[in-house]
Every structure is written in structure tokens, then in C-alpha cells.
């Protein structure tokens, strides 16, 4: 089992609606989770990070996180097409003497008119 | 403004020939990262370093080398050891290990 699993995709909303996008993970001891955007071609630019149990929401994103079934969630509200981009899930936690962040593969959204 | 700079943005390595990626950043940041990105795949961690002169392995770290002589700056060197380098190179760094990192805008590597 992979540490952190992410569908691929691509998932595919029409403008307007709600995108939900999923990541469980294996290691009961991540302390720390966060959500990445990265357009084609570009580097990862970071969206929300969340910490405890619990909705944290920023504009039109929110991050849901409920370590008991292991997994983490965000969701976009009023999608636009310039939201479509592959959403990279990653976990923070202490492994090899190390703090170090564990990336998904990434969801693929897109968007359309 | 701040951030992290990385050149050049495209590179070509010949067969037995190192090449080294740079990374600069202006953010006063302790820890620095270094990651691979092959198509449709995440990110996977080649060296990181919490601190000036001090740095470790990550899970890929074998064909590359780094060095951390000065605060701002992590060159990431890969080696004719890597045979498989064509990847996109990115490089991160963040105020501590606990919080979250931040990317610069990556280097891509391709064999000629």
C-alpha cells in the first residue's frame, strides 16, 4: 500500500460546481497535512494546510481532515476553469530522523465551461 | 520580494558529464529540500538540510550530491552515477521542518 493514495483522475466538474478531492494515507502518526496546486508545466504552489481534526476553510477552499479514518479532503466551491490543475495531497511527519513531507501522485481536475 | 530561484530552467546532460542545478533563496529559511518529479508521478525527496554544512539522504538520493556552505543557497549536483536523470528538478525550502514548504520554479533535466 502506497503511503499516500490520490485517485488521478481526471475528475470532471462543470463551472460553478463543487470539485471534492480525496488522499488517504497509512501512517497513523502524520502530524501535518497540505494540499499543493500544480498547473501543467509549473512548479507546486501551496493551497491550504490543516492540522487538527476538523474543516479548516480559506476563500473558496476548504480542507477536511479526520485522522481517525485516515484521510483528508479538499473542496473547491464555485469552480472556475482556471482551477483545473493536478492537486497534490502531501503528509508531514517524522520518519528516518527526519521531519519530511510524503507527496499523492496528484489528482487531475478539470474544469469545463 | 522573496523567493527561491532556481537556474537554469532547462538543462541537457551529455553521457558521463555532472551537471549542477542551482538553488537560491532570500527568505532567511533554515531548511531546504531537494525533489524529483517524473511525469504523472509525485514528488520524491533527493536531499534535504536543516542547517548550514549539515545535510541528509532522502529516499532517491543515490547518483546526486548537494553542498550547504551558505544559508541561501542548496546546488544540487547530478553525478554520471545517475543514469536516469531526464526529470523535473524542484527545489524547496521552508522557515523550519514543520511548516510548509514553498517551490521554486523548478529545472528541467534531459539527457542529449
Known amino acids: 500500500q502506497k503511503e499516500v493514495e490520490q485517485n488521478s483522475g481526471p475528475l470532471s466538474v462543470p463551472e460553478g460546481a463543487i470539485a471534492s478531492l480525496n488522499c488517504t494515507y497509512s501512517?497513523?502518526?502524520?502530524?501535518?497535512f497540505f494540499w499543493y496546486r500544480q498547473y501543467s508545466g509549473k512548479s507546486p504552489e501551496l493551497i491550504m494546510f490543516?492540522?487538527?481534526?476538523g474543516d479548516k476553510e480559506d476563500g473558496r477552499f476548504t480542507a477536511q481532515l479526520n485522522k481517525a479514518s485516515q484521510y483528508v479532503s479538499l473542496l473547491i466551491r464555485d469552480s472556475q476553469p482556471s482551477d483545473s490543475a493536478t492537486y497534490l495531497c502531501?503528509?508531514?511527519?517524522?520518519?528516518?530522523?527526519?521531519?519530511?513531507?510524503?507527496f499523492g501522485a496528484g489528482t487531475r481536475l478539470a474544469v469545463h465551461p | 520580494d522573496g523567493g527561491i530561484t532556481q537556474s537554469p530552467k532547462y538543462l541537457f546532460r551529455k553521457e558521463g558529464q555532472n551537471v549542477t542545478l542551482s538553488c537560491e533563496q532570500n527568505l532567511n529559511h533554515d531548511a531546504m529540500y531537494w525533489y524529483r518529479q517524473d511525469p504523472g508521478q509525485g514528488l520524491r525527496l533527493i536531499y534535504y538540510?536543516?542547517?548550514?554544512?549539515?545535510?541528509q539522504k532522502g529516499d532517491i538520493a543515490e547518483g546526486y550530491s548537494v553542498s550547504r556552505e551558505k544559508k541561501e543557497s542548496f546546488p544540487l549536483t547530478v553525478t554520471s552515477a545517475q543514469k536516469n536523470p531526464t526529470a523535473f528538478y524542484l527545489c524547496?525550502?521552508?522557515?523550519?521542518?514543520?511548516?510548509?514548504?514553498?517551490f521554486g520554479d523548478g529545472t528541467r533535466l534531459s539527457i542529449l
Open positions: 490543516i492540522y487538527s481534526n
Open positions: 524547496a525550502s521552508n522557515p523550519n521542518s514543520n511548516q510548509p514548504q514553498h
Open positions: 502531501a503528509l508531514g511527519g517524522f520518519s528516518g530522523g527526519y521531519n519530511k513531507l510524503i
Open positions: 538540510s536543516q542547517i548550514v554544512n549539515d545535510f
Open positions: 501512517d497513523r502518526g502524520s502530524q501535518s
